[in-house]
């Protein structure tokens, strides 16, 4: 009998709507907004009964060296500038670290790229006959050399089924992004490199467009030549 009672359709109650009479104070809350409003409210009380609890266990004597580092600005509290936090040496330290991760990065994508070309090459060419035979006369010879251009035919394309063609056209997606990446990464290592030779010591100077023998739209520093001792 259950099974019955429930295949029959019954009306769907919902929720009242505002009145026309109270159309000017908005929406009706319904229950789930009740819900959440509820939760916010108790969320935010929680968090003033514990500060208020932190306030009245407080110790008058606490010292702790934050409290000299940071200064306040409307209420909020603003750490010092941490600009000058590290030394030169530990600067150009980093930065060698940094461009030497970014190094191992470019030279294991490189030998990605290479493995995977390889691959898709000796896929897309078909493997030469290499064997050397060695013929009596002349008629030899020439049967020998119409065997081995037959040979050489490659199969149709139409004749490789479609899941090795899907493979291959995601192979050279990867291939693609690949390239991109070690362009990208080659780009990053020699910005990087710029950069750690320009902290160095030594006078050096901005060439000017004219100064320029091949024009680029990257910039180029010209060093000082130092007598070495």
């Not at 060698?96 to 470019?106: A, E, N, P, V, W």
């Amino acid at each position: 009998m259950s099974s019955l009672r429930n295949a029959i359709s019954r009306r769907a109650h919902k929720e009242r709507a505002q009145p026309s009479s109270r159309k000017k104070i908005g929406l009706l809350e319904k229950h789930k907004d009740y819900v959440v409003r509820a939760k916010a409210f108790h969320k935010k009380e929680e968090t003033l009964r514990k500060l208020k609890e932190k306030a009245a266990f407080r110790n008058p004597d606490e010292f702790y060296f934050q409290m000299i580092k940071t200064r306040t600005v409307d209420g909020v509290h603003k750490p010092e500038n941490l600009a000058n936090k590290y030394t030169q040496e530990e600067l150009m330290l980093m930065k060698t670290q940094d461009m030497g991760y970014i190094l191992q990065k470019l030279q294991s994508e490189r030998k990605k790229v290479e493995k995977l070309t390889a691959v898709l090459h000796s896929v897309d060419n078909h493997p030469f006959n290499r064997h050397i035979y060695y013929a009596e006369d002349r008629e030899e010879s020439r049967e020998l050399q119409s065997q081995a251009s037959e040979s050489r035919v490659t199969p149709p394309s139409g004749d490789i089924p479609d899941h090795i063609k899907r493979k291959t056209a995601v192979s050279y997606r990867e291939l693609e992004a690949r390239k991109s990446r070690v362009n990208q990464l080659e780009k990053l290592y020699m910005e990087m490199t710029l950069k750690k030779e320009l902290q160095k010591k030594g006078r050096k100077r901005k060439l000017r467009e004219d100064e320029l023998t091949c024009p680029t739209s990257k910039p180029v520093y010209k060093w000082r030549s130092e007598r070495k001792r």
